[in-house]
């Protein structure tokens, strides 16, 4: 294998216009040069999978190089005697913001719930750190399979802070982190075999805690400060690039283009 480029430490992101400033509604994705080189894609043809047909680890790695790019985050989470966790999810996301909520999906691991499924059912609290470029090797350490009595923590070189309204302590390194009360937690089983393959919790986000310094001058987080990184297949990680701001279309719009394209 090749050797890879030097990382780039200084690269500049920020927010750019658009793909197609000018597209209206109704415009073909062919009546750009780069929607018509797009579609050329199309004359190789189509592979078309049936998960039933495939191994479940074939399943894994089509999705998850796939479903891209994806939120990652690691849960700092605690056992019943005191152990304490910390582990990475890419399988994660936003439910809804009223009640502000959260979900984890969670492998099983052999047949057996993984240490943070076990300290969630356990104490029915857990905290959602957001990773950063700075400490994504510190991230990545935590991925390692450890023994059920051995804390991750050590090992990755990171910082236990107080949370607020949970007993496990948040990750200090991390800039946005949200300490979480169990809302429920569904097994989801094979609809053939009936095993419980994966466990989907959902968590009650009770406190946030963000650092100031990577706000902008309206209270939000800054993509560009908070350096985020994501999840690709294998692997892979990606970071924030270049944005573009798209606005959400009002109907007024629509309904104009409607008579446009003769459709009303």
Known sequence: MAALPQYIFDSHTGFTAPPSPGWTFGEKVDETGEGRAW???????????????????????????????????FVSSESAIGVQNLA?????NMVTFDPPTVS????????QQKDTTANI???????VNIISEPFIHQANATSIEAPEQVSEWV??????EASTFVKPPRVKESAFAMECELYDIIDIKHPGTGAANAALVLGLIKGIHVRKDVLNDKGLVDPFKLRSVSRMGDVTYARVGDA??????????????MVRLGKA
Not at 88 to 92: D, E, L, N, R
Not at 155 to 160: A, D, K, M, N, R
Not at 244 to 257: D, H, L, M, T, V
């Open 104 to 111: 984890i999906s969670i492998l099983n691991s052999r047949g």
């Open 88 to 92: 990475p999810f890419s399988w994660f």
């Open 39 to 73: 579609l050329e894609g199309d004359k190789a043809g189509w592979k078309f999978v049936e998960p039933e047909k495939e191994a479940p680890v074939n399943m894994y790695k089509l999705l998850v190089s796939g479903i891209v790019p994806r939120p990652i985050a």
């Open 244 to 257: 573009f701001r798209i606005a959400r279309p009002g109907w007024a719009e629509g309904e104009e283009a």
């Open 155 to 160: 090992l990755s070189g990171l910082t236990q």
């Open 121 to 127: 059912r356990a104490t029915k609290q857990f905290v």
